[in-house]
């Protein structure tokens, strides 16, 4: 915290904090793996960068360099027992001034971490997730940064999956503003219709994952035919296979959206997408190797 080792206990704020009143915070969600050299950070400096741009879209000047911030992440985990663990790197307005000006705010900076599971639990990359069509269109860049990772947008985020949730699915797929696909709360969406994965373009108004990215790559290098396009939600109930890709929830399948079975006559491209993200993730194949930064042996 503000560039100390802070006992978990002891990792408090005040309840005047600037940035829990007006949303005034930009985060991360990162994952440490354990790798057959220990544990070790995925995609690390493309997380920092992220980070830096949220902090920037939003005029925070964090004090801290891309080095540091990395190397603060690596301490943080070598500080902790677990050998795997998500990073949640956070940057917000701290106490001092109350009012909506932020830019009088002090920033604070912190890294925390934590064990976590998959986020929509094991049955994800098993079965797949049930997912519905949320009624809470995803925040436009007219509005919202979509680009910055700002908790003001999860405001959009938990309201579609408090209503996932309320009617006994799993997670929401946000439309947009034009009614084509976006992205989960939390998550990128992908669909794969006769053998072609596609995923919606960056203009789609969504955020452009790492772990997104990591697929488009893994496509290239498996020879899977890819592209960015928009899709319609019934796009959607007719594809083959569709899955989620974040960091916390890693590649999850899709098994229904709104009583549409998906992937009935199984998921050969989702499978060695989660095959593959797996092996990168924990260091067993080697051509990845690059997007893992030692943490601790
Ligand atoms: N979209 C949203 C809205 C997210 O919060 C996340 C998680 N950061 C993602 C997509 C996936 O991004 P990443 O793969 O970088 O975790």
Do not use: C, E
């Given at each position: 915290m503000d560039g100390k080792l802070v006992p978990w206990d002891d990792a408090k704020i005040?309840?005047?904090t600037h940035g829990?009143?007006?949303?005034?915070?930009?985060f991360e969600g990162i994952r440490a793996f354990s790798t057959p050299h220990g544990t070790a950070i995925f995609r690390l400096g493309e997380h920092i960068e992220r980070f830096l741009n949220s902090a920037k879209i939003y005029r925070m000047d964090l004090g801290y360099s891309a080095g540091e911030l990395a190397k603060a992440c690596v301490e943080t985990v070598r500080n902790n027992p677990a050998k795997e663990c998500y990073i949640r790197p956070l940057a917000f307005t701290g106490y001092g001034e109350m009012g909506l000006?932020?830019?009088t705010s002090k920033i604070s900076v912190a890294i925390a971490t934590w064990e976590w599971p998959a986020y929509l639990g094991n049955e994800s990359t098993n079965r797949g997730v049930r997912a519905t069509v949320s009624s809470w269109t995803r925040i436009d860049s007219r509005s919202m940064p979509v680009q910055a990772k700002c908790a003001a947008n999860y405001a959009n985020s938990a309201l579609a999956k408090m209503e996932a949730l309320g009617s006994g699915y799993d997670e929401a797929i946000l439309l947009n503003t034009q009614g084509m696909v976006a992205e989960g709360p939390g998550e990128n969406?992908?669909?794969?219709k006769d053998e072609i994965l596609s995923t919606p373009p960056a203009s789609s108004g969504i955020l452009r994952g790492i772990t997104r990215d990591t697929v488009i790559q893994f496509a290239r290098d498996l020879s899977i035919k890819f592209y960015r396009n928009d899709s319609t939600k019934e796009e959607l109930y007719t594809s083959d296979e569709v899955f989620f890709s974040g960091t916390a929830a890693g590649i999850a399948k899709v098994r229904e959206i709104d009583g549409r079975r998906i992937g009935y006559d199984g998921t050969p491209i989702t499978d060695k997408i989660i095959k593959l993200?797996?092996?990168?993730?924990?260091?067993?194949?080697?051509?990845?190797?690059?997007?893992?930064?030692?943490?601790k042996p």
């Open positions: 005040h309840v005047l829990l009143h007006y949303g005034m915070a930009i000006n932020p830019l969406i992908f669909r794969v993200y797996d092996q990168a993730t924990h260091g067993t194949a080697k051509r990845y190797s690059k997007w893992l930064t030692p943490a």
